[in-house]
Each structure stands twice: as structure tokens, then as C-alpha cells.
């Protein structure tokens, strides 16, 4: 019996493409195409050294989360076991606690990576700038709030 070939996984640039179209049209809470967290994201694991899988996971973080993929479409991906582990880590479930989540998180490999660079590109002083005091000062304290929970992040 002859042994079957592993399918081919997606590059990074059918990720790329994947996430930018199951995002297309969605903007952020400044009214930017919604993409361009996705790219800044993606750019801000690989600034701090993470890996292929990490930067898939960083294109698709938000998309379970945010109903742009489905969790099925997910699982019968061809990613990694590490990239998808990563993306449902980083996937806020209804009603969870900040604390379930950050373990959650800290618990998985890889993703304590993605969600600092996502923080970072969250909390970014020039996004944030734009939105109205109360909203700026809600997400700079859950922003903080996270951080603190998930403590100095290192690469992994």
C-alpha cells in the first residue's frame, strides 16, 4: 500500500488572501478597512520574530471571532496544528472571563506572540487617537488589563 502524500498546506500569501477576503468590506472602530489591523498585526509577529505559522495565524486571528470564517472552515484548513491552535486561542468566546482567555492564551504555543502584537497594534496611541474619549479610554484599560494579565511576553 503506497503511503499518501501529506496535502499541501496554504502558503502565507494564500492566508493573506484568504483573511482579506473573508474580511473585505469590515471596518475597525476608527472606520479602516479592517485589513490593515490584520497586516499591521501580521507584520508585528514577524518584527518580533515569530515564525510562518504564527504569522498565518496572525492574518486569521480575528476571523472565528468575528464570524469571517467559521470555526469548521478552521478545522478542514490545510494549517498547521500550531496555527490553528493559535487562532482559536486567540478566538474570545461569549461571556468569558479576561482571565480564562489570557490562560487560554498562555496555555497555548505561539500565541502569546500574535496577541502582543495585536495589543500593540490595538493600543497604539495614533488608532487610538482617533476615536472618542470614552472609547479611547475603555479599550486603553481593557488594552492594559490584558497586558497585565498575560505578563512579558518572549518569543515561543
Known sequence: MAATEPAPRLSLADVEATARAAHAG????????????LRAVAEGVRRRGGDDEQIAAA?????VEDDALSERWLREAPLSRRT????????????????AYAARILDTPGAPLVKEADLAHNADPA???VL?????????????????????????
Open 26 to 37: 469590515q471596518t475597525d472602530k476608527a472606520g479602516r478597512p479592517y485589513t490593515e489591523h
Open 59 to 63: 492574518w486569521l486571528h480575528d476571523a
Open 84 to 99: 490553528k491552535d493559535i487562532v482559536l486561542a486567540l478566538t474570545k468566546r461569549a461571556g468569558e472571563p479576561p482571565e
Open 127 to 129: 488608532r487610538l487617537a
Open 132 to 156: 472618542d474619549e470614552a472609547t479611547r479610554t475603555r479599550l486603553t484599560e481593557k488594552y492594559t488589563r490584558m497586558r497585565a494579565l498575560l505578563g512579558p511576553v518572549g518569543p515561543s
